[in-house]
């Protein structure tokens, strides 16, 4: 039941008063706030209230006690980092790329690869050598002039030119590369090139003994261009006077060779004579 | 031994034993509470929930008991509380101090009709003039009028919590009443 009260009814005038000097208070705060600069310094106030007020993240009690508290926390410290990595992940892709911009306004090379390289075939050339392949890979992947190229099967070719980025390799089915052979069971040399009908030719044959059919030809080494060993293929049996040899090569795939330096021959000249030593030795001997 | 049943009872009968000054403070904590759950995010199924304007409910019932000191103060600082989020200061408070202020006036003007159809009718207009003060105040300072849908649900959402929470803003005095006229 409501209580009447007397005392208020006295008082009624100083709350009446107060009343309208708070409302006169909150319209004299809002229209000071329509100046930007006293807005300003009043933000900083908003903003401590809002942190306060809005800090929502805060664990309550019941979190705390059921352990999510710090789940939560150990998600948002993982969201914070993930956060960073993203931007650290844009900063290097973008130095990368930045990077080999550079690279390419210097005209910097890379290092250079290994002493073998496996490089796509891209193209069959019909140029000067009927008989070559373009492989994308070359001087900046290490390829030298003289390396020789080999597929799953057996001896595909060697390389004649040499680009930054691309070399070409004289296969040995051209009429023009020359191939130092040998029998692997009768052991005889000979030097192989390259027919018009996809088969391998022997020439220059030893005066005496024969290659037996079906032989396996392997490279000889002779000459240093190529190692000895590497399977080139088997000789067919015999037709009129020519020696035909089957390239393993073809029996294979084409679409990626693998590019090897050919032996080295140490020269004379690699190995210098060392006076000094002989003078004495000469003087001793004396 | 004190039943469940006649727990309401006893509620009751303490509620309207409590002085004035209890029951200030307790709708006081009521408006915090609720308030403070408003600064939350809210959803239902991803649906975001709207909130009511607890401090126009307690303007309105406290305005029913007339002037005092007590809510004048503790509606400003709701009202500061209330523009933390992004409202000019003072703004929630003017609007809340002049819903206060018509309560007052109509619970005077009309008090002898308390027990007719305006009892009911006469806090929910002051509950729009409320929210239509904040919405107001709020057009004038960002120069243009503010969408109505998001303050009409506010308001409705308002009423239907006034309608469950009202009799815990009745400070259970009548200033200026005399005698029989308090009945």
Redesign the interface.
């Known amino acids: 039941?409501?209580?009447?009260?007397?005392k208020?009814?006295k008082q009624?005038p100083l709350?009446?008063y107060?009343?309208f000097i708070?409302?006169a208070?909150?319209?004299a705060?809002?229209l000071l706030?329509s100046s930007p600069r006293l807005?300003g310094q009043?933000e900083p106030?908003?903003t401590a209230?809002?942190d306060q007020?809005?800090n929502?993240t805060r664990p309550n009690l019941v979190d705390r006690l059921t352990g999510a508290a710090g789940k939560d926390r150990q998600i948002l410290e993982l969201e914070t980092r993930v956060r960073e990595l993203a931007q650290y992940k844009a900063l290097a892709l973008t130095m990368a790329e930045r990077l080999e911009v550079y690279e390419d306004i210097l005209n910097m090379q890379g290092e250079p690869g290994g002493a073998e390289v496996t490089a796509r075939i891209m193209a069959e050339t019909n140029g000067p050598f009927a008989e070559a392949l373009l492989a994308n890979a070359g001087a900046a992947n290490g390829v030298q002039e003289g390396y020789f190229a080999e597929n799953d099967r057996g001896l595909v070719g060697r390389v004649v030119q040499v680009g930054q980025r691309s070399s070409r390799i004289l296969k040995v089915t051209d009429f023009n590369s020359r191939v130092p052979v040998m029998g692997e069971a009768s052991g005889l040399r000979a030097m192989m090139f390259g027919g018009r009908d996809g088969l391998g030719r022997l020439t220059d044959l030893p005066e005496q003994g024969q290659f037996l059919p079906n032989e396996r030809i392997l490279t000889s080494g002779e000459g240093g261009l190529y190692p000895r060993g590497v399977v080139v293929g088997t000789v067919l049996p015999y037709e009129d006077d020519d020696i035909r040899v089957n390239l393993e090569m073809l029996r294979g795939q084409l679409s990626y060779v693998r590019l090897k330096p050919a032996i080295s021959i140490p020269r004379p000249e690699d190995f210098p004579v060392e006076t000094e030593v002989a003078e004495v030795t000469d003087e001793a001997g004396q | 031994m004190m039943g469940l049943g006649s727990v309401p009872d006893f509620l009751s009968m303490r509620w309207?034993a409590a002085r004035?000054r209890l029951r200030l403070a307790i709708g006081a904590l009521i408006v915090a509470l609720v308030g403070?759950a408003g600064?939350?995010?809210k959803a239902l199924f991803g649906v975001p929930l709207t909130w009511p304007y607890v401090s126009l409910i307690a303007a309105v019932g406290w305005g029913r008991?007339?002037?005092?000191?007590g809510p004048?103060i503790l509606l400003?600082l709701f009202?500061f509380?209330q523009?933390?989020?992004?409202a000019?200061?003072?703004?929630h408070?003017?609007a809340n101090?002049?819903t206060?202020?018509l309560a007052v006036v109509v619970s005077q003007t009309f008090d002898g009709d308390r027990g007719s159809g305006a009892g009911f009718e006469l806090p929910l207009a002051c509950l729009f003039a409320g929210v239509a003060l904040v919405w107001a105040?709020a057009s004038i300072?960002v120069g243009h009028a503010v969408r109505v849908t998001p303050m009409l649900a506010a308001y409705f959402a308002t009423v239907i919590i006034y309608m469950l929470m009202a009799p815990l803003f009745?400070l259970?005095?009548?200033?200026?009443?005399?005698?029989g006229?308090?009945a």
């Not at chain 1, 039941?1 to 007397?6: F, I, K, L, Q, T």
């Not at chain 2, 000019?88 to 703004?91: H, I, Y």
């Open positions: 039941m409501p209580r009447a009260s007397g208020g009814y009624r709350r009446r107060g009343f708070a409302v208070g909150l319209i705060l809002l706030q807005r009043v106030i908003r209230a809002s007020l809005y929502v | 309207d004035p403070l600064l939350t995010p008991s007339g002037l005092a000191f004048i400003v009202g509380a523009d933390a989020s992004q000019p200061w003072g703004s408070g003017l101090l002049l206060f202020g105040i300072a009745d259970g005095i009548r200033r200026g009443l005399r005698g006229a308090a």
